[in-house]
């Protein structure tokens, strides 16, 4: 009997303050020229709890390790997604699919119909991905991302707040995993 090691499973979970370090690692690590600020963190955390959040935050570890972030704000019924993030090691193994999945849930728990979000015109992965969950080009921002003024493409989504399903392609539906500490009852 031969014994085989499962890879640890990456958890989703709510972002908390004592979370902001290790993601500003990250943010750093991947976005060198135009990393958000801890102000700006703290600033979209600090909307995010209590009966009149406008926010959703989340992160994605490993086995301690934070691997990925995503963050999504709320007004009215839009949603814009704020954020997004993987750790280099995590590409291609679905971490993007499941934190967007999340940040649909939220858009949708928000009553939201339609979602946006900037991407930068040269991340061709990320644009693929907002593609297959239903997003659309619809405009450019010249000089979007600071400061080495590159373009932002503009994507938008949009869905029934009434069908909470509505807002995620069918690939994503079987994989759903629950968050962290979040309980489902069928």
Not at 42 to 70: I, K
Not at 153 to 174: H, I, N, T, Y
Not at 177 to 183: D, F, M, N, S
Request: charged share 25%.
């Amino acid at each position: 009997m031969t014994a085989t090691s499962a890879a640890p499973a990456v958890a989703l979970r709510e972002m908390r303050w004592w979370d902001i370090g290790p993601v500003l690692e990250l943010e750093h690590e991947l976005f060198p020229e135009d990393a958000w600020s801890a102000g700006m963190f703290w600033s979209e955390l600090a909307h995010a709890r209590g009966p009149g959040a406008t926010r959703r935050y989340l992160v994605a570890e490993e086995a301690g390790r934070l691997v990925g972030y995503a963050g999504l704000a709320a007004a009215g019924d839009l949603a814009d997604v704020q954020t997004i993030a993987a750790a280099r090691d995590q590409w291609g193994t679905g971490l993007g699919a499941r934190l967007l999945t999340e940040l649909l849930r939220a858009a949708t728990a928000f009553e939201c119909a339609e979602v946006l979000l900037e991407v930068r015109v040269d991340n061709v992965r990320a644009q693929k991905l907002y593609a297959r969950f239903g997003f659309e080009p619809i405009g450019f921002r010249r000089g979007y991302y600071q400061p080495g003024n590159v373009d932002a493409l503009v994507m938008r989504r949009m869905s029934d707040p009434a069908d909470p399903d509505s807002a995620l392609p069918d690939s994503a539906l079987p994989d759903s995993v629950p968050l962290q500490g979040e309980t489902t009852h069928g």
